[in-house]
């Protein structure tokens, strides 16, 4: 059964930082990693979604890299905003339902 | 063009009562997903929907949860006899229908059974 761990669960930085996410998963046979952010009280909006056979995606300030050997994701997120306080959740399919991390709760203060 | 909507927002029910849930896809979306959030947890997975395909109901936590999507497209979950341990954020999703297509959620419905 695959099992999905984000670390860590909550952080807190001042803005300009540069951050890093981590999620782990258990098994390496998978299609995609998915990392997805929720605000409070609201559903998860998409942000990269890494195919099995890519090694990172990038979207502005994002940045998600996939080593699918060791079991591993990042999102790196450049020089953080009070805006990107949310809950980051990661999700890995290895079949068509996929498997959710917890999240790692963010907030970045001015 | 249009996101994957749901109804109500916010309900709130008293114990025994039943419950109806209501997801719209994305149009021409084939897959969907029901999840389901409560406090300080992480997604649990509900059922899922693919097409005219039998749906993959493995996640429902008992027989009081049901759910049918109809025509292809609008999904109802529905609770019967809600316990308190039912209270959470029920989340929509639906996704072109391939294993490497982005998910796109729903708002949610927080759901409160008093």
């Known amino acids: 059964k695959q099992e999905v761990t984000q670390i860590p669960a909550a952080l807190s930085v001042p803005e300009g930082e540069n951050l890093v996410l981590n999620c782990s998963f258990t098994?390496?046979?998978?299609?995609?990693l998915q990392w997805f952010r929720q605000d409070p009280g609201k559903g998860l909006t998409s942000l990269l979604l890494?195919?099995?056979?890519?090694r990172e995606q990038t979207s502005g300030r994002l940045n998600a890299s996939l080593d699918k050997s060791s079991g591993r994701s990042t999102l790196y997120i450049a020089a953080s905003q009070p805006g990107d306080s949310a809950t980051y959740l990661c999700?890995?399919?290895?079949?068509?339902?996929?498997?959710f991390g917890r999240g790692t709760s963010l907030i970045v203060h001015p | 063009g249009a996101g994957v909507s749901q109804s109500p927002s916010n309900k709130v029910t008293e114990k025994g009562k039943d419950v109806e849930l209501r997801c719209d896809p994305i149009?021409?979306?084939?897959?969907l997903y029901w999840y389901r959030q409560s406090l300080g947890q992480g997604l649990e997975f509900l059922i899922y929907?693919?097409?005219?395909?039998?749906?993959?109901k493995s996640g429902l936590p008992s027989d009081r949860f049901s759910a049918e999507r109809t025509g292809g497209s609008v999904s109802t979950l529905t609770i019967q006899r809600t316990q308190q341990e039912d209270s959470a954020v029920y989340l929509c999703?639906?996704?072109?229908?391939?294993?490497?297509?982005?998910?796109?959620f729903g708002p949610g419905t927080r759901l409160t059974v008093l």
């Open positions: 999703a639906s996704s072109a229908g391939g294993l490497t297509d982005t998910q796109y």
């Open positions: 098994d390496s046979a998978i299609y995609n």
């Open positions: 890494i195919q099995s056979s890519q």
């Open positions: 999700a890995v399919r290895g079949s068509y339902i996929p498997t």
């Open positions: 149009s021409g979306h084939t897959a």
């Open positions: 929907f693919q097409g005219n395909s039998a749906p993959d």
